[in-house]
């Protein structure tokens, strides 16, 4: 019997101290605490989030239907004879009281002398700054009048929207959602360009328009033309993105469904797991379900997500580790302004999460974090030319609602009602090499707060998503830091298959005592790939060296990765 009882002691002993010391871990002071495990795999789940969510904002389709165009400032006037000063010139007309900035271009003539010639070049200069504006179809008339007495009058007479309408009826679905433009309206293309945009965010969905003269004078018709493919997708993913202690292997399978609803809005599920299913060694499981659909000049969006991992420490007597994440995320992308080449968005995102860890299944209290996030910015998109800019400016701040936790008592600890910003910049140019066309890309990614985060809230380097020529099985994280990854591309042949090659560089630092404490601040590291794919498939190869680590920075090298992703 002794013998017999001794080694469940034993195990038992051993779980009890390797859960005293992650407990004593969690309860020391900032300078001696290190990332949890938990922490880490949410630090690595968000990485990944935020590298596919900035590929989906590259891949949108903007719909700019008129050429950028600089207006002129020109205000010159030919000599000619007769001519007449003129001290006043007014705008008249239906709507002319909705463009105050056409009365003030018009004032710029004021005193001076005028004729037929002058009239006609005013006019033409007002005409197109209207058509700058999206006004493609409102049209500015002279009537008859006599300038001897110093006031020249001009009427607007607006183009308004008459009917909108599919050009099949038998068409399913519905634009009432996807177009901030109605019956009657003033009709503005930069209104019909968002309305295009946000029926074409449908992947298995083609919409092309047509404006044809409407029953009333000064009317157009907005005629929508719609294909549409097969409205769902089975989507499987592989790569070696995860970490050997809970499985190198991550796979993925998503149903894709569009137009729901019949409201052009999208739905995604998803289930996500390790590969190598080597039962209660290690692993990881995840689901999420994504919904998102248009109104006119606004995008509303909700996602949920559940991911769990386990992993065995090889401790004297092995022992249990596992952690959960329930999340959830509201967010808003709200029209502010767009133009021939530019948009403008406020963007907006409730966040709740809810992390949980355990110790051969019992629950590490201290480690529980119920934490609600309130995030508000601004995001711009610019082309010039064949040039793509993107930039977003976020501030996020822990906030005490829908049950979040209250921080302790003690001042000088980790905080869950942090104040943050974050800014992401992405840039992509063509390049020419010879006759071939290849692209440099640029992406920024910096973080910034005065705060004590929480491990959970650190930004994290070097993995794929991040700085890469790193295998990810060691980051550095911090309070604040940033990233920039650089890129330059180039096709191999006609097939789609591009190589490419990287060069990344990051930084973190933290406040206070960890900020001494950490192994170090900064990465470098450099990546050579493939990537390709057919209709249905798409695949990335790649391997990366590690060009700068702090000491003690374990990283294979060089290191190796791929990804496939495959379409039904």
């Known amino acids: 019997m002794i ?26 002071p900032l300078s001696y605490a290190a990332p949890s495990p938990a922490d880490t795999e949410e630090q690595n789940r968000r990485s990944r989030q935020q590298a596919q969510e900035q590929q989906q904002r590259r891949q949108q389709k903007d719909i700019f239907l008129q050429q950028g165009t600089k207006g002129s400032e020109d205000t010159s006037l030919p000599e000619e004879s007769p001519s007449f000063v003129v001290n006043t010139l ?71 929207v008459g009917h909108i309408r599919f050009a099949d009826p038998n068409v399913w679905g519905n634009w009432q959602n996807a177009f901030p433009a109605h019956p009657g309206d003033i009709l503005n293309l930069r209104n019909l360009e968002q309305g295009l945009e946000q029926m074409k965010r449908v992947p298995s969905q083609d919409v092309t328009m047509q404006l044809v003269p409407g029953k009333q004078p000064g009317e157009s018709d907005v005629v929508i033309n ?32 569009d137009n729901l609803l019949g409201l ?13 299913r080597d039962g209660d060694l290690h692993g990881t499981r995840g689901d999420s379900v994504y919904y998102s659909f248009p109104y006119q000049n606004s ?31 509201f967010h808003l992308t709200q029209l502010l302004d767009r133009d021939q080449v530019s948009k403008t968005n406020l963007e907006l995102a409730i966040s709740k999460g809810h992390i949980r860890s ?19 910015g601004l995001s711009h998109r610019h082309y010039f030319g064949q040039t793509t800019l993107d930039f977003e400016l ?50 920024f990614h910096g973080q ?7 491990g959970t809230d650190y930004i994290s380097i070097g993995n794929r998503y991040t700085v890469r020529g790193f295998d990810g099985e060691e980051t550095l994280s911090a309070d604040s830091g940033w990233y920039l990854r650089n890129e330059l591309s180039i096709p191999v042949n006609s097939s789609g298959l591009e190589a490419y090659a990287g060069l990344d560089y990051g930084e973190v630092y933290g406040n206070g005592a960890l900020d001494q404490n950490l192994l170090g601040r900064i990465l470098t590291g450099a990546v050579l790939g493939v990537r390709g794919g057919t209709q249905n498939s798409h695949y990335d190869l790649f391997v990366g060296w590690p060009l700068r680590q702090p000491d003690g920075f374990v990283a294979a090298n060089p290191t190796y990765g791929f990804q496939f992703v495959y379409q039904i």
Not at 6 to 21: D, M, N, Q, T
């Open 3 to 28: 013998q017999t009882q001794e080694p469940k002691r034993s195990r038992r002993l051993w779980k009890g101290v390797l859960a005293l010391l992650l407990l004593l871990q969690i309860n020391l």
């Open 90 to 160: 007014q705008l008249t007309g239906d709507g002319a009281d909705c463009f105050p900035w056409a009365q003030t271009m018009l004032n710029r003539y004021k005193g001076r002398k005028i004729g037929i010639q002058g009239i006609n070049l005013i006019v033409k200069r007002l005409t197109n700054a209207f058509i700058d504006r999206g006004y493609i179809t409102t049209r500015i008339v002279v009537p008859e009048q006599n300038l001897s007495g110093g006031t020249l009058k001009l009427i607007l007479i607006p183009g308004r």
């Open 226 to 257: 719609v294909k549409r493919g097969k409205p769902y997708r089975f989507v499987f993913s592989i790569d070696d993105s995860g970490q050997t202690e809970t499985g190198k292997i991550q796979m993925s399978e998503t149903l894709a469904m």
């Open 264 to 276: 052009n809005d999208l739905f995604n599920f998803t289930k996500s797991g390790d590969g190598d």
């Open 299 to 329: 995008t509303f969006s909700f996602t949920s997500s559940r991911y769990h991992y386990h992993q065995t420490v090889a401790t004297a007597q092995p022992t249990h580790l596992s952690g959960e994440n329930d999340s959830m995320e």
């Open 358 to 376: 355990f110790v051969e299944d019992v629950e590490l209290e201290n480690q529980r974090y119920d934490t609600t996030a309130f995030k508000i």
């Open 394 to 443: 976020d501030n996020k701040r822990g906030v005490p609602w829908f049950g979040a936790q209250s921080d302790p008592e003690t001042p000088g600890l980790q905080t869950t009602r942090y104040n943050m910003w974050l800014l992401d910049v992405n840039l992509t140019t063509p390049v020419h090499f010879g006759s071939a066309q290849g692209r440099y890309s640029l992406s």
């Open 448 to 454: 910034y707060t005065r705060d004590l985060l929480w």
